[in-house]
């Protein structure tokens, strides 16, 4: 009896040891929340956005508890007895083992596609969409994504769209109004400097109050400027009108790449980008049509009653199928910050009520001049980003391609109603299509490229998932000669009186390597600065546009005080050609600006502020007596 009792003693003694279930002896089974999210850190990757993080961060925690009821490498049964231990079966890879350990880090385990869940918080302005107002945008089915990207190219198609329905018409339009030749150029470079002022305010907001919210009033701003514009008196009262619906209408030309940064995953951006960028290059190619069309049987104000038209089909579309989709903002509603203790109870009387107390008047200035600072200077900053080695050079390369695109746009009815072509509103809204058809088509093979550069780099990495944003500017190698040939091609064909063809090929030739180089860059900005998307475009915008303005404005100033077409055309596309250097410095230097930026960042942070500690409100106790006790 005794000794069987020593002989389950003995047998018992192991099972105290076993780990409890969840857990393990050893140090490299431990997992807590930091090991949710694998985040692949390289010197010179910066492939995961930190918004991502957070909110992957967020969601992976509520579903810890039931994933720590799979990691259970052993069991004790009700008797004290151990059971045999179970541990967490492997992946077996489909390749032969013996082959090396870098091929098994290549076939990475597909994961099943994470459930869709409500948004934590609903706003008055969230209701109403068709599509649900997720608390991650990335789990919209695929579907969803390209409903929601072709809302956004819609609405990025408005401001091109508004801004070149007029042109067929302007040589006609002037006399009307009392204005020339510049005067009519005018309203086109100012409408250009609202498009590079307005999405400086739109991405600040947007990423203060979401995306919806900026999409709605900026539309309706577009609206109610485009009506304005209908009924304009005289040309002064034109060019103010349109400086506002300009404005309205740039909400998606800067927060439109920040709403693919929400829905997409890195990889998948060069692609989604592409598509989104046929919006604002069918807007070239569409409003020239249709604007001499109504041109000729209605008048130059039905043009502008169209645009109001359309603004009010956007409203509706964005009340209906652009839910929120802001990360930051997502990722603020689920950690709310913390609250602070309540203050403690002023026992002194407050000032009477009809007595002037200068601290409130103090107090009341000073949030004046907070808010002003705040919603009026402080969006300003965004341009800051251009100082920015990488986003500076690319930004000032693509922006003297986009003038160039404008000069192609503003000589092109001036050019073609003159002698010898001698051609009509009609006749010269068709000469804008082969240039247009040249956008779309090198904005689509720009996206396939630039994710196909992705994916060859991920291949080439130790995990397979890190790469350099910088791989992304290799597609734009293929482009960057097409873009001075077809100035060149554009230029001395109108010189030299040819027929209209070859300056037509001119400009499809310019189109498809104008596309391939922006799509480009517009993609590597969303991995250049992860989260800062919005901004960062934003100020490429601004530098984009304002160039545009300027360089449309000179065309007409050119053109008409003499100066050839083929040495104007020449220099754009010398100035072209020496801004496209800028991308082979990027390549090299690009990695090296940006991890001395995060060290910088990480600098000026500091050190990380512990958690908030709960505070218990202070209890008041009655003050105890100091005489003995006896």
């Known amino acids: 009896m005794n000794v069987d009792q020593s002989a389950d003693a003995k047998s018992a003694k192991p099972a105290a040891n076993l780990p409890e279930p969840g857990l393990s002896n050893s140090c490299s089974d431990r997992r807590d929340d930091s090991d949710d999210i694998v985040q692949p850190i390289l010197p010179n990757a910066s492939t995961i956005d930190d918004d991502e993080i957070q909110l992957t961060s967020q969601m992976n ?155 709605l009033a900026g539309f309706i701003l577009y609206t109610l400027a485009s009506v304005a514009c209908a009924v304009a008196p005289d040309g002064d009262d034109l060019v103010a009108y349109r400086f506002f619906q300009a404005f309205g209408s740039s909400a998606a030309q800067s927060i439109g790449m920040g709403t693919i940064s929400d829905i997409y995953i890195p990889s998948e951006r060069g692609r989604a980008t592409g598509f989104w960028f046929i919006g604002p290059i069918l807007g070239p190619m569409v409003s020239p049509l249709i604007g001499g069309a109504i041109y000729h049987w209605m008048g130059w104000r039905a043009i502008l009653w169209t645009t109001a038209i359309f603004g009010v089909i956007l409203l509706v579309l964005i009340a209906l199928f652009l839910p929120e989709t802001s990360l930051k903002l997502k990722a603020r509603q689920a950690h709310p910050p913390f609250p602070l203790p309540s203050p403690v109870t002023n026992t ?90 040249g956008y779309c088509l090198g904005s689509v093979i720009g996206g396939y490229l630039s994710d196909r550069e992705v994916r060859k780099a991920k291949a080439l990495s130790e995990d397979g998932e890190t790469y350099n944003s910088e791989v992304r500017l290799r597609s734009a190698r293929w482009g960057v000669p097409l873009v001075p040939a077809g ?71 050119a053109l008409g005080s003499g100066l050839r077409e083929n040495w104007y055309f020449t220099i754009l596309a010398l100035a072209c050609l020496a801004g496209s250097f800028s991308l082979e410095v990027i390549q090299r230097y690009g990695a090296f600006w940006r991890q001395r930026r995060q060290q910088k960042l990480k600098q000026d942070a500091g050190p990380v502020a512990p958690a908030p500690i709960a505070m218990t409100p202070l209890t008041t106790q009655p003050p105890t007596s100091t005489a003995p006790n006896p």
């Open 61 to 215: 925690r509520a579903q810890q508890g039931s994933a720590e009821n799979t990691s259970i490498h052993a069991r004790v049964s009700k008797d004290g007895s151990a059971i045999q231990e179970q541990k967490p079966e492997q992946p077996q890879s489909s390749r032969d083992p013996e082959a090396g350990p870098s091929l098994a880090r290549r076939s990475p385990i597909p994961s099943e596609p994470e459930p869709q869940k409500p948004a934590l918080v609903l706003r008055w302005f969230d209701y109403g969409t068709v599509l649900p107002t997720l608390q991650n945008p990335r789990t919209y089915t695929p579907r969803q994504k390209i409903g929601i990207v072709i809302v956004v190219a819609l609405c990025s198609f408005s401001a091109p769209f508004a801004s070149n329905i007029m042109m067929p018409s302007f040589p006609f339009i002037g006399p009307s109004l009392g204005l020339g030749h510049t005067g009519v150029t005018l309203t086109t470079a100012l409408f250009m400097a609202a498009l590079g002022i307005g999405p400086l305010y739109h991405a600040f907001l947007s990423e203060r109050f979401g995306r919806r919210p900026v999409y």
């Open 487 to 557: 100035l060149l091609i554009f230029g001395w064909g109108l010189h030299r009186h040819t027929h209209m063809a070859l300056p037509i090929m001119g400009g499809f030739i310019f189109g498809v390597g104008l596309m391939l180089t922006m799509g480009t860059i517009m993609a590597y900005y969303s991995d250049s600065i992860p989260g800062q998307a919005a901004s960062v475009v934003a100020a490429y915008n601004a530098l984009r546009n304002l160039l545009a303005g300027t360089v449309a404005a000179l065309t007409t100033a």
């Open 348 to 437: 002194t009387p407050p000032p009477s009520q009809h007595e002037p107390s200068r601290t409130q008047l103090t107090s009341n200035i000073r949030k004046l001049l907070v808010f002003i600072y705040t919603f009026g200077i402080s969006p300003l900053t965004t341009v800051g980003h251009l100082l920015f080695p990488p986003v500076g050079l690319s930004a000032l390369y693509s922006s003297i391609c986009f003038g160039s695109m404008y000069a192609i746009s503003v000589a092109t009815p001036f050019s073609f109603s003159e002698p010898p072509y001698k051609l009509g509103s009609v006749d010269i809204s068709f000469l804008y299509l082969p240039a247009c058809v």
